[in-house]
């Protein structure tokens, strides 16, 4: 079976704290992708990263990091200095055939 | 600008009626998608259209049909609205590519309540 798990529903944190948002994935696919998508309070979902499964190099872009790990099944992402305007749920998926399965989502809270 | 626009924010309805939710983008996008956004569910697809005409269904399709007239519009019909079908509507757009199938471009939801 093909699945994403985001095991935390809800974290808060105070601004200026580092938070990692856990996703986990199942697939017997030797080849498939990963997302992360970020959803405001405006409600529209945006697109945040792609990863195909032969590139496991994390990636960094500004305060937002992706942590990939096949041997665990894991595609992790960390904030560093959160800021309020981080507060959003965000969605980890994975590519199924033609479709993208998405995990329920973590909303983050950033206190002031 | 990618755009996907929806042609309603919000939508009241009552048991019974037809509903129909509109989709348009402008991006010469292949695929679009219907999902609904349910609290504690996440993201569950509808259907889905490779092509003008063509749809599939993805994996809630009860109760729901669709229509891809012109490339750039998906429509989502509820043929007799329940009240179980109270959800906020997504739709979304991409390349036919294979790696960028998943860099879905989404609108901003319509929120349907059925009373």
């Known amino acids: 079976a093909q699945k994403v798990t985001q095991a935390q529903t809800e974290i808060s944190v105070v601004e200026k704290e580092d938070v990692t948002l856990d996703c986990v994935y199942e697939t017997r696919d030797t080849t498939y992708y990963l997302f992360w998508y970020k959803q405001p309070p405006s409600g529209e979902l945006v697109f945040l990263i792609r990863?195909?499964?032969?590139?496991?190099q994390n990636e960094i872009s500004g305060r937002y990091s992706w942590n990939f790990q096949k041997s665990t099944s894991s595609f992790n992402f960390t904030i560093t200095a959160s800021q309020v305007v981080d507060s959003a749920v965000y969605f980890c998926?994975?590519?199924?055939?033609?479709?993208?399965?998405f995990g329920k989502g973590t909303r983050l809270h950033i206190l002031p | 600008d990618v755009k996907v626009t929806q042609s309603s924010r919000y939508l009241v309805k009552r048991t019974g009626e037809k509903v129909f939710l509109e989709c348009v983008q402008d991006?010469?996008?292949?695929?679009m998608f219907w999902y609904r956004q349910d609290p504690g569910l996440g993201l569950r697809l509808i259907y889905f259209?490779?092509?003008?005409?063509?749809?599939e269904k993805g994996d809630i399709p009860e109760g729901y049909s669709v229509s891809r007239e012109k490339k750039e519009r998906f429509s989502l019909i509820l043929e007799s609205a329940s009240t179980n079908q109270t959800s906020m509507y997504l739709c979304?757009?991409?390349?036919?590519?294979?790696?960028?199938?998943?860099?879905?471009?989404f609108g901003p939801g319509t929120r349907l309540t059925v009373t």
């Open positions: 990863r195909n499964s032969f590139d496991e």
């Open positions: 991006m010469d996008h292949e695929n």
């Open positions: 259209s490779y092509d003008v005409k063509m749809k």
């Open positions: 979304a757009s991409s390349l036919w590519a294979s790696g960028a199938l998943g860099e879905q471009y």
């Open positions: 998926a994975l590519r199924r055939d033609d479709k993208i399965i």
